[in-house]
């Protein structure tokens, strides 16, 4: 498949490529004159596409219909358009598909539209990156395999057309995986209060030698690093993969999703290893106070005895005054002991 048809595709299936089409004054199936008169882009009308020809309906059960024929008769459904009959038929209601039948039908269409495109020229690699990041309805998911590669993408803008789909979809969430070095710890802090894109480290074990872009979980882009050293694009990677193959694109979102866990995970293990340092130096801050409490118990039990020795000059309200002294000093140096001990 081209290129040039991978990016119809993409236009088509996210509805960027609405042209000014306009709207038949009769319905595609039955043939009747369409409900709004004058008014060619009225909410009640119902509109699909399909090989590049837009067609409309009076009613849903029409298109409806639409699908079912097109599905059961291949190229030849067009021979049961405009035929009015079939509204008034009283067979009409029996033959109307079920919610499951349309849902197999679109999974149907959906499947033939399925691609995977093999891209070799970088300066296509990236605009196709360009378009499909600007597609973005819903969710775009980006995996940098190493730091370099997330800064080259800082030199060429990339970040810069992440903002510019954030303002003007405020709904699109965007998540990054790349590994943190100094500079990017930083970035990181100004993407998540800035942008609101959430951003987390990848660590060795998971690193992958390619850059991901997933969005809508129905397009990804694959692209191989060659080169990391470069700091030209272009010349650091190497063959793209791009695909809308629903098999394809999960593939892609597993991995980011288990690199992500992963990033989660990672982090609560460094907070809860940063309580363990902070409570580790409390406990050594604790322990050298309660040593400094240890150095004045020696010499007050020490003097009290030496004054307890002198029993010439005592008299028995001193000597209850030594017996307190030595007592709670005593009881102090255990304590100690034990505090110590206990750490």
């Known amino acids: 498949m081209s290129r040039h048809n991978s990016t119809e595709d993409l236009n088509d299936l996210q509805k960027n490529n609405d042209k000014n089409v306009e709207i038949q004054d009769k319905c595609s199936l039955c043939g009747k004159t369409l409900s709004g008169g004058e008014k060619k882009h009225s909410p ?46 009283p067979f009409w209601d029996t033959v109307i598909p079920s919610e499951q039948e349309i849902k197999e039908i679109e999974e149907q269409e959906r499947i033939k539209t399925e691609f995977i495109q093999v891209m070799h020229e970088p300066s296509e690699i ?62 990181a802090k100004k993407l998540r209060d800035e942008l609101l894109i959430d951003i987390r480290d990848i660590k060795e074990s998971f690193r992958i030698k390619s850059t991901i872009v997933i969005v809508d979980r129905k397009f990804a882009l694959y692209v191989e690093l060659k080169d990391d050293t470069k700091d030209n694009s272009n010349e650091a990677m190497g063959l793209a993969i791009y695909s809308s193959s629903r098999s394809t694109v999960l593939s892609y979102v597993t991995i980011f999703e288990s690199i992500w866990k992963q990033g989660e995970l990672h982090e609560q293990l460094s907070h809860l290893q940063e309580q363990i340092r902070t409570q580790q130096e409390r406990k050594k801050q604790l ?3 309660v040593s400094e409490l240890r150095i004045p118990i020696i010499p007050i039990l020490a003097l009290a005895e030496a004054i307890r020795s002198k029993k010439s000059n005592q008299n028995l309200e001193q000597e209850e005054f030594l017996d ?12 100690t002991h034990d505090i110590m001990n206990s750490y």
């Open 44 to 89: 009640n009308l119902e509109e699909t596409a399909t090989d590049g020809i837009r067609y409309t309906f009076d009613t849903a059960d029409c298109m409806s219909m639409f699908k079912r024929l097109k599905s059961a008769y291949g190229t030849k459904f067009g021979e049961f358009l405009g035929i009015e009959q079939y509204v008034s038929d």
């Open 126 to 187: 990236q605009e196709l990156g360009v378009k499909l990041v600007k597609s973005a309805q819903d969710e775009i998911l980006i995996i940098f395999s190493t730091a370099n590669a997330f800064h080259r993408q800082i030199l060429v803008g990339g970040f810069q057309l992440l903002k510019m789909v954030r303002d003007n979809n405020s709904r699109v969430k965007i998540r990054i995986s790349t590994p943190f070095d100094k500079d990017i710890t930083q970035t």
């Open 287 to 289: 322990i050298a106070k």
């Open 324 to 335: 307190v002294i030595t007592r709670n000093a005593k009881k102090l140096e255990l304590l």
